[in-house]
């Protein structure tokens, strides 16, 4: 009888234990779930493009989905849309988990790459890459070379100053002033054509900060988000007057592959559509959506 | 026993039963957050912030921020309060808007009075807006380390990305060994062509007056000529346009014969080519001074018992200058660590790499900088003194016969 009853506690101490687990991991998915689309995930990369596309996908599309897995160009220094994390040397930001929920919702695999900036288009259509998920804006000189998705999320064209330092109204207050750009950015053809600025480039936006801080340069004129992350890590920034624009962010990819450009607009409308793209950049940038046209 | 495992493979069988029940049951979706009513301003983050993805725990201490989504709202930004641990805290000046980063959501600034250490605060906004609605929303923040960066170097950034740098420092060392170990390859072909020029056009016509001696001559040269065009042309270029050239125009090469872009040099080999081709080049003139000081007996002693040239330059020079060649190599290994850094700018993730990474990450080059220029430091000081233990291995001859000669 005794051991009957080891038993029985044994079941009941087990089943306690498990629940226990259960309770755990329905606690800890709570977070992540936001914006999960049910159903998707069950379905194989095939099925998926077959539904969105109405027919067998052809091309880099194909290529894609027989691969299993989407290779997906980023830039490191870009921080908070993508940076590397000390601890596993992993890339983390808004592109990067923006990437993983567009495979996700695609039902592929992702690999990240980590190109210069600057040599991304040339990339993309040397077929290094499948999709530049960085950020980045069509212009009229990209368009040429790539083909770009529709708009992700939106950011604006913001110049800062150093703290103290004086506020513009307009990019004519920039005139003979030096403003710091990364090199190839929308920010260095505005500058270049709209103002009497002395422009001064840089590798990476982030690059300009310090000789801004330094007192090198006047202003910096980057995206408000990556401003923002310096003034929020305790840079002595601030903004100078109100955005001079907004600009619209695309994943880039090779020209003339129409199926996995439809592909990604589908995850793209899925994502913006179940919340998720507003969940991800409220957590990215302290709270803010960036995802909303207007 | 066997009522035993019967009772306890059903209560195995039990538990495997509710971990899949568990498992099945859908996980309950947070509820979608229902929209706010018209009106009423929703906070949806703040800096600090607590929930920062990337654990960046510091704080500035001399304003708050807080975004919300305005809904239509608009804020009485003189009656907006900002509670710090319980107390209402002294603002600097009034609250106000910054300019938006985001066409949806709006951003409050409280500039405070006082500059706030680092530590645990707790946090309390009331919004109101001009038609009398309050809107609270509280939040804790442990900042760590120093509140802010108005420090030059961080220590706490040099701790945390360290290991981060360090692996870079692995490529580094990887990069120079490589490099140097073609580079010698280079260096060796370099000088022997280089020394294979014995006379003159001129002098052997006036000594032989023959054609055919004269063609086998010119065929005789061509090794002096590549190696002269060699050294020349990259000692003659800089070595960061050879790594672009290499890193960017092997590709455009391979694209226009057709091959497939797998062939493309992944980065980390275009830089070993460009600093092994650049360091052969400077290595190849070092080697030849080298074999050059070797003495003319030693040549002519080799001949006269019979050697090969071959021979005598595997047996008898090579081994002799390969001793006087030591410091310079050195010196030249010593230079490539630092020059790999200028790979850099292909991408691949060296020392200088990694740190600037690190720097952009948190935007704290100069710690980060220190933290590679260390690493540099401390690797140039490992192989000289490595170098120093070999040369004076190598002086052991040396030393033995001054040995001899005071007895």
Redesign the interface.
């Known amino acids: 009888m005794r ?2 009853k080891t ?1 029985i506690l ?2 009941v101490l ?2 306690a ?3 226990l ?3 755990l ?2 606690c800890g ?3 992540p ?2 914006g ?1 689309s ?1 159903g998707t995930e069950s379905k194989s990369a095939a099925d998926i493009a077959q539904e969105v596309l109405g027919h067998e996908p052809a091309g880099l599309a194909a290529e894609i989905i027989g691969r299993g897995t989407v290779i997906v160009a980023n830039d ?5 849309q993508s ?4 601890a596993t ?1 992993e890339l ?1 930001g808004f592109d990067v988990d923006v990437a993983k929920r567009m495979a996700e919702v695609l039902g592929l695999q992702v690999e990240f790459k ?3 900036w600057e ?1 991304i288009p040339a990339g993309l259509n ?3 890459y499948d999709v530049s998920i960085g950020s980045m804006t069509v212009t009229p000189e990209r368009a040429k070379a790539l083909d770009f998705t529709d708009p992700y999320y ?3 064209g ?1 110049v800062f100053v150093k703290e103290g330092g004086p506020q513009i109204t307009g990019v004519e207050d920039l005139a003979g002033k030096t403003v710091g750009v990364g090199a190839a950015t929308t920010y260095y053809d505005f500058l270049k054509k709209d103002g009497g600025a002395k422009v001064k480039t840089y590798v ?1 936006d ?2 300009a ?2 000789d801004l801080a330094n007192g090198t340069i006047d202003f910096v004129m980057t995206a ?2 990556t401003g ?1 992350q ?7 920034f601030e ?1 100078s ?3 001079l624009y ?1 600009e619209d962010l695309c994943f880039a990819i090779k020209k003339g592959e129409p199926d996995w450009l439809a592909l990604l607009n589908h995850a793209i409308k899925t994502m913006h559509e179940d ?1 998720s793209l507003t969940a991800m ?14 | 026993m066997k009522r ?1 495992a019967g ?2 493979s ?3 069988m ?2 495997l039963l ?2 899949l ?3 099945l ?6 509820a ?1 957050p229902s929209p706010a009513p018209e009106g009423t301003p929703v ?7 607590p ?4 654990g ?1 725990k ?4 001399d304003r708050v ?1 807080v ?3 305005p809904n239509g709202a608009e804020l009485d930004l003189a009656s907006c309060q900002l509670f710090i641990d319980g107390r209402e805290e002294q603002l600097a000046k009034e609250p106000f808007i ?8 709006s ?1 409050l600034e409280f500039p405070l009075a006082a500059k706030h250490k680092a530590g645990k605060y707790a946090f309390k906004v009331i919004l109101v807006t001009t038609d009398g609605q309050h809107v609270e929303y509280s939040w804790d923040f442990l900042s760590e380390g120093e ?4 420090s030059l170097v961080s220590v706490r950034v040099m701790r ?2 360290f ?2 740098i360090a ?1 870079g420092a692995v490529v580094t060392v990887e990069l120079t060994i490589i490099s140097i170990a073609f580079a010698c390859v280079f260096a060796l072909f370099g000088s022997l062509g280089r020394l294979s020029k014995k006379m003159t056009f001129k002098q052997a016509w006036d000594r032989y007056h023959s054609w055919g001696y004269m063609w086998r001559m010119v065929v005789g040269r061509i090794p002096y000529w590549v190696a002269t065009f060699y050294t020349s042309l990259f000692r003659g270029t800089p070595l960061l346009l050879q790594i672009y050239a290499i890193y960017m125009v092997i ?1 455009e090469i391979i ?1 226009y014969f057709g091959l497939p ?1 797998s062939y ?1 040099p992944p980065p980390f080999w275009a830089g070993v080519a460009a600093l092994s081709l650049n360091y052969g080049a400077y290595l190849t003139e070092v080697f030849r001074a080298g074999i050059q000081a070797v003495p003319k007996g030693q040549n002519e002693a080799a001949w006269a018992i019979g050697l090969s040239g071959w021979q005598t330059q595997r047996r008898i020079v090579l081994p002799q200058a390969f001793k006087i060649v030591i410091p310079a190599v050195g010196n030249d290994f010593i230079a490539l660590i630092k020059d790999t850094s200028l790979v850099s ?3 691949v993730e060296e020392l200088l790499r990694r740190s ?8 704290s ?2 710690s980060t900088l220190l933290v590679a220029a260390a690493f540099y430091w401390a690797l140039t000081i490992f192989f000289s003194f490595w170098q120093a233990k070999l040369e004076t291995r190598m002086a052991r001859d040396k030393a033995r016969e001054r040995e001899q000669e005071k007895k």
């Open positions: 051991n009957g038993y044994i079941t087990l089943l234990a498990v629940a687990v259960g309770v991991a329905a998915g709570d977070e779930a936001t999960a049910p490191a220094d870009y921080p908070p940076s590397v994390d000390k040397g983390v980590n190109p210069a040599t040397q077929g290094k939106y950011t604006s913001q990476t982030a690059n900060f310090p408000g988000p923002q310096a003034i929020s890590q305790g840079q002595p903004f007057g109100p955005p907004y919340g950049s409220e957590n990215w940038y302290n709270g803010l959506d960036l995802t909303v046209k207007e | 035993r009772i306890a059903v209560a195995l039990a538990a509710a971990l029940v568990t498992a049951t859908p996980v309950a979706l947070a979608s906070v949806t983050g703040t800096i600090p912030n929930k920062d993805p990337k960046i510091n704080w500035a201490g921020q975004n919300f989504k910054v300019p938006a980063v985001s066409r949806a959501t951003t509140a802010g960066s108005g945390e990305w290991w981060f692996e590709p694209r872009e493309n700018v292909i991408t600037q990474l690190a720097g952009a990450a948190t935007f080059f100069f």
